[in-house]
């Protein structure tokens, strides 16, 4: 009986951490204030 | 104490063995994202190609024509069509630039294309357009989705405004990297003229002149499959003018050319996508296996313990059992029967 909670205590951290950091996922950030180029750059 | 010890570890056995599907199955198919505000551009080269002179209409050779794209995500626009649609989505404002040798502009197109950020497949979700036209795109255009498979994918052309296969060829190394290989040919096919051409020139006036555009294309893609990016492209590129009321007429080659990636461009998106190979790989491959081993490990050392803890008990159980044996021992020899010394000590 014990082994089992044991057991589920680390099935619901695991879903716990997962459901977390996939409802967080990462910021949108800003659009770049880079232009559409209209000119050869010279390098990347 | 060692039971205690063999549960902590079963319960993270058990928490290492979940998150390796976990993460594989479900965290990084929502995580792995084109992110909406990504920036970036490429230059292509045609060296030695074949350009239309709008001054006197004739063509001519020039030793290299540039194509630059830049690829613009806009963040205010993504966030409005996930706040319709739900989808996290990547609305990309493109430009193609053409220039000739001495850097004057030969046509730009501009473009809008809206994309799902996890699989790349098209939103329809408005504002898409070509040059100003509205399109509603099929298929992938500019990048693959994460883990690409060997297969044909549809593949949206900006010239024509329509969708082919883009069909599978092969892998091939390109820079210590394994890529998939695609090819897709566009035949000869009619097309609009771009809006934004040198000398004032528009649609409008060329179709005066009795012309119409023409375009054929032999596109090649090297994409490396784990993150879905192309490392290398290359385009064997014709447009034709040709005249609308005199069939005969020989058309003007308005542009032939091999394009490819400038090398440096290229040796820039060979670096950037090996190490965004890396990260993808580290959700798809490193952690779902390195924490299935640990689980492994943490399950038998759990065990192990368990094993232990149980033994324990049953050799005190057996100590005793020999220690009470030998107490009876020894009261039935000092009770009974005696020995030779303990009788020669009472005489």
């Known amino acids: ?44 | 104490m060692r039971r205690r010890a063999s549960l902590i570890l079963l319960a993270l056995a058990v928490f290492f063995a979940a998150l390796s599907p976990l993460i594989r199955w479900y965290a990084f198919p929502r995580l792995a994202k084109i992110p909406p505000s990504q920036y970036q551009d490429m230059v292509l080269e045609a060296k030695n190609a074949t350009l239309l002179d709008y001054a006197t209409m004739k063509s001519k050779k020039v030793p290299k024509v540039s194509i630059v794209q830049t690829l613009k995500g806009n963040v205010a626009a993504a966030k409005k069509v996930k706040d319709r649609t739900g989808r996290d989505v990547v609305v990309w404002d493109t430009l193609s630039h053409v220039a000739d040798h001495k850097g004057k502009m030969v046509s730009q197109i501009p473009e809008r294309y809206v994309f799902d950020a996890h699989s790349q497949e098209p939103v329809h979700a408005g504002g898409e357009h070509v040059d100003g036209d509205p399109v509603r795109r099929q298929g992938i255009e500019y990048k693959w989705p994460f883990l690409t498979e060997k297969r044909d994918y549809e593949y949206f052309d900006f010239q024509t405004r329509t969708s082919a296969p883009i069909h599978y060829k092969g892998t091939r190394t390109v820079h210590g990297l394994e890529t998939y290989y695609f090819e897709q040919t566009i035949p000869w096919t009619k097309v609009k003229v771009p809006k934004k051409l040198p000398l004032g020139a528009t649609p409008e006036t060329v179709e005066q002149l009795g012309l119409e555009r023409w375009y054929t294309t032999k596109r090649m893609f090297w994409v490396e499959p784990t993150t879905g990016a192309p490392v290398d492209g290359q385009e064997i590129h014709k447009e034709e003018m040709r005249w609308t009321d005199k069939p005969g007429k020989k058309p003007l080659t308005a542009f032939a050319g091999h394009v490819k990636m400038r090398p440096d461009y290229q040796e820039a998106t060979v670096e950037m996508v090996a190490s965004q190979r890396q990260l993808v790989l580290t959700m798809t491959t490193y952690l779902p296996w390195g924490f299935l081993v640990l689980g492994g490990l943490l399950l038998a050392g759990s065990l192990a313990l368990e094993a232990r803890a149980a033994a324990a008990p049953r050799k005190g159980r057996g100590e005793l059992r020999d220690q009470l044996h030998q107490s009876r021992s020894l009261q039935a020899s000092s009770g009974g029967s005696p020995s030779p010394d303990h009788g020669r000590a009472k005489s």
Do not use: N, Q
Not at chain 1, 8 to 18: E, F, H, Y
């Open chain 1, 1 to 44: 009986m014990r082994a089992l909670i044991a057991a589920g205590i680390g099935l619901a951290a695991a879903l716990a951490l997962v459901f977390a950091i996939t409802a967080i996922g990462a910021p949108p950030g800003e659009t770049s204030k880079k232009p559409l180029h209209t000119t050869v750059p010279d390098r990347p």
